[in-house]
């Protein structure tokens, strides 16, 4: 079956036990499973249907370049003006930072450092890492060896999703001190432009992360590779059941 | 599970080529197709090849998430009509509404900023409250609202833009901030915000993506 052409990635035929490997998409609104060649949108919700996301590494790619650069004035143009009687402060992410630390608010300034330097930073090089690794270069001592494990790339993939809305904290701050403390001469703030910047970065990053296709990193996948190593969670809510590993229909 | 009735889906066709497809599931991490799952309510199925769960039937998903959404449609009106912070400095009382930091911020000339905290925290859990209850309440009885699909995919496609679990942390980070600069006193609409995001969380969760499709396909108009 020859790969949909929306990615380049997949030069070889898809795993023989995947659905693309029979030309089956997995609608990703609702789903449903169905035969990409017949329709171009799912029959169920209406929504458009691929084999893999279109362009899945390229658009990844490019929005966390954008994000990247977009990040440096989030982070050398102030975010927040505080004028009080006399004097105009300007603070930056980091110097609100360290403002907060300097002052005694450990717990402030480590959710701020953390949400607006440590995840965003992460997740930059989160998602080139998916990038390369869904391209095959998954590990730096052996370029071109299929080293990559795709669980763990899928782990890094899920946290990557999950936690990168958090960054949008610090935003959040400076919209809530700018709408309360509004005092006239005695003391004003007022926002920055890095406040957008920031939350442009936040936006390009989750937009990123959901371009990314991770059956990517499992189409590469070879038979030697014990996929098999299942490390269950330990404690499930719901009795879980294994379901039939392959589709036993033919036609 | 809600009492269905037999539908007539308008764009089924008969022929094997049309029914293959939906006895088929496939793991959205790593593409393995399985035949769908048939498991008992309050188990989940997990992909034999990546380990994580695709399928799960949830105990009476559609009433406990429209319970759910109904207690957060509540909330959300209350959080927005009570003051939410209070701050008092010098004599001067200053106290705003939620949909206040979208005025100010407006007023400053921060049209973005307004906009994108409008969105984040007003615009999106509106919708998804309100998209919620117009695909699940009939589906309380067994039917659907024509264009519930188009709301259903709309749901799932903002979910991911719901930003108010976040403006909560931001609202306690600047709380810290605030007490040391003026006395604070924090309103019923901060409460009432906090136990919405519950709902919201929950009404999402409670009824899985593969359950609520399954059930609008399978209600009659």
Redo the contacts between chains.
């Keep these: 079956m020859t790969p949909d052409t929306g990615s380049e990635t997949a030069p070889h035929p ?1 795993l023989a ?6 030309g ?3 609608c ?8 990409v060649a ?1 329709q171009a949108s799912c ?5 458009a249907l691929h084999l893999r996301k279109v362009h899945s590494i390229q658009r990844t790619a490019a929005l966390t370049i954008t994000a990247a650069i977009l990040y440096l004035p989030a982070n050398i143009l102030p975010v927040m003006t505080v004028r009080q009687i006399g004097s105009e402060e300007q603070n930056t992410i980091l110097g609100g930072v360290v403002t ?1 630390w300097k ?1 005694g ?1 450990y ?2 300034a480590a ?2 450092f953390t949400a607006s330097v440590i995840i965003p930073i992460l997740k930059f090089i989160a998602l080139t890492w998916l990038c390369f690794a869904a391209r095959g270069h998954g590990s730096l001592r052996r370029p071109g060896a299929r080293e990559l494990n ?2 763990q790339a ?1 782990k890094i993939y899920r946290v990557t999703e999950i936690v990168g ?2 960054s ?6 400076v ?10 001469s ?2 004003t703030i ?2 920055g432009p890095a ?2 910047s920031f ?1 442009g970065v936040v936006v390009l990053t ?1 937009l990123a992360a ?1 371009a990314f296709d ?2 990517l ?3 590469r996948v070879g038979p030697e590779m014990p ?2 190593a ?3 969670p330990l404690t499930l809510p ?12 033919d ?1 | 599970m809600p009492r269905t009735r037999p539908s007539k889906d308008p764009i089924a066709t008969p022929g094997p080529a049309r029914e293959i497809p939906a006895r088929f599931l496939a793991c959205e991490k790593c593409d393995a197709l399985f035949n769908y799952p048939e498991i008992e309510v309050g188990e989940s199925a997990y992909c034999y090849h990546c380990g994580f769960v695709i399928f799960s039937r949830r105990p009476n998903a559609v009433q406990r998430s429209a319970a759910w959404a109904v207690s957060a449609a509540s909330l959300f009106v209350v959080a927005n009509f009570f003051p939410f912070i209070t701050l008092d400095v010098a004599g001067q009382s200053n106290g705003i509404v939620l949909a206040g930091s979208v005025h100010v911020l407006a007023d400053q000339a921060n049209l973005g900023l307004a906009t994108a905290v409008a969105t984040f925290i007003l615009v999106v859990p509106a919708f998804l409250i309100a998209g919620m209850l117009f695909v699940l309440c009939p589906l309380l009885g067994g039917r659907r609202f024509p264009g519930s699909y188009w709301i259903a995919r709309l749901i799932y496609g903002f979910s991911v833009w719901d930003f108010t679990e976040v403006f909560l942390l931001g609202v306690l980070v600047s709380l810290l901030k605030l007490f040391s600069l003026a006395s604070v006193s924090i309103g019923v609409s901060f409460y009432a915000f906090a136990l919405m995001v519950v709902c919201v969380t929950a009404s999402l969760t409670c009824i899985g993506r593969h359950e609520l499709w399954e059930y609008l396909e399978r209600a009659s108009k």
Excluded at chain 1, 28 to 35: E, K, L
Excluded at chain 1, 238 to 247: G, K, L, W
């Design positions: 898809y036990h995947t659905a693309a490997a029979r089956l998409a997995s990703h609104v609702c789903a449903r499973v169905s035969p017949e029959p169920r919700c209406g929504a907060f002052s608010s717990g402030v959710i701020i795709p669980r899928t809305r958090w949008m904290v610090d935003v959040f701050v919209a809530v001190m700018v709408a309360v403390v509004q005092f006239g005695i003391m007022s926002p406040a957008l939350a989750m959901s991770p059956r990193l499992w189409d996929v098999r299942l490390s269950l719901r009795p879980r059941v294994p379901i039939d590993q392959s589709a036993t229909d036609r």
